[in-house]
C-alpha cells in the first residue's frame, strides 16, 4: 500500500514528516503544510524551485524500455536482482527504495517475492506513468538522484540502482544498518554483437574500479555476481535496446526502426555485473 511507504518520505522543503490524504486523488502533506499532489497516473513530483538539469528519458525511450523488457529478454537479470534483495526484506515493514525506477521492471519482480513496501523515484516523467501503473501500491516520485533523497536517514533495508546514477552518500545515509545496495552495470561486451551498428554507447573503461572507489569510508563490499544473457534478437528488438539506452538520447526511434526491420534474428550477449554493498552494523 501506498501508505506502508510514506513513514520514511521527508518533506524535500522542510525536512519534515509527511501524511498521506486518505483519498484518492492523493496529497502528500507534512507537517507544516508543504503538499504535493499526485498526478493523474499515480506519481509524485517532489521537485521545487529550478527543477533539474538531468536529461530525463523521452516518451519514445520509456516506450522502448517497455517493449523490450516486456518481451521478457532480461528476466533472468530481473529474479537475480529479487534474489538479492529478497535476505533483507523479507520481514513486514522492511522498505525498498529504487533509485531509477524507469518503467518499474525490476522493482516489480522484487515486490513479487517479497512484502516490502517501496518508494521508486526517477527523473522522467514518462517512465513514472508507467511505473505507477505497474507497481500501483509504490510510492513513485519524480526526482533527482544528485540531490538528497527524500528519505529519513537510515530508513531502507535495500537500494537498488540498475543501469541508473549513483549517489554514494545519500545510498549510504538512507540504508539501515545490514541493508544492502546492489548495483547493476554493462559489463564490457554487453551486446557487442549488435552495439557498433545501432550506435549504442560503449562501457567506460575502468567503471567497476571507479564503482569501487566511489563506496570506500561508506559501505562494505559484499557479494558480486556476474550474469550472462544469450539473446535472440529480432529487428524490433535490435531498435528497441538500442534506443532504450544512453544513446537514445541522440537517435531516431522511427530511423533505428526502418534501418533494422529487415534484420534476421540475431544471436547476441547481455553481459552484467551485480554487485552487493552492505551498510555497517551499528558499532561496527
Not at 11 to 28: I, K, N
Amino acid at each position: 500500500m501506498l501508505s506502508d511507504a510514506v513513514p520514511s518520505l521527508r518533506c524535500p522543503v522542510c525536512q519534515g514528516t509527511f501524511a498521506l490524504s486518505p483519498e484518492a486523488p492523493f496529497s502528500l502533506i507534512c507537517a507544516a503544510g508543504h503538499g504535493f499532489d499526485a498526478a493523474k497516473q499515480g506519481y509524485f513530483n517532489l521537485l521545487t524551485g529550478k527543477g533539474t538539469v538531468f536529461e530525463a528519458d523521452t516518451a519514445e525511450m520509456v516506450a522502448a524500455r517497455n517493449d523490450f523488457l516486456a518481451a521478457g529478454h532480461y528476466a533472468p537479470l530481473a529474479e537475480a536482482i529479487a534474489e538479492l534483495a529478497a535476505p533483507v526484506l523479507s520481514a513486514p515493514g522492511s522498505l525498498v527504495l529504487d533509485s531509477g525506477t524507469g518503467t518499474g521492471h525490476y522493482l516489480r519482480t522484487v515486490l513479487d517475492r517479497t512484502p516490502a513496501a517501496a518508494i521508486g523515484i526517477d527523473i522522467s516523467k514518462f517512465a513514472l506513468r508507467r511505473a505507477a501503473r505497474l507497481n500501483p501500491g509504490a510510492i513513485n516520485l519524480v526526482w533527482d538522484i544528485w540531490r538528497p533523497l527524500p528519505l529519513a536517514d537510515r530508513s531502507a533495508d535495500a537500494v537498488i540502482v540498475v543501469f541508473a546514477p549513483r549517489n554514494p552518500p545519500e545510498f549510504a545515509r538512507v540504508l539501515r544498518p545490514g541493508g544492502r545496495l546492489i548495483i547493476v552495470t554493462p559489463r564490457t561486451g554487453h551486446l557487442a554483437e549488435i552495439a557498433e551498428r545501432t550506435g549504442m554507447l560503449g562501457i567506460e573503461p575502468g567503471k567497476d574500479e571507479r564503482l569501487a572507489e566511489s563506496m570506500q569510508g561508506l559501505l562494505v563490499p559484499g557479494e558480486s555476481r556476474q550474469l550472462d544473457l544469450d539473446l535472440v534478437l529480432n529487428g524490433r528488438d535490435i531498435a528497441d535496446v538500442a534506443f532504450m539506452g544512453p544513446a537514445g538520447h541522440h537517435l531516431e526511434r522511427s530511423s533505428l526502426i526502418a534501418s533494422t526491420a529487415a534484420e534476421p534474428s540475431v544471436h547476441a550477449t547481455a553481459k552484467f555485473s551485480l554487485t552487493v554493498l552492505t551498510s555497517p552494523e551499528s558499532g561496527s
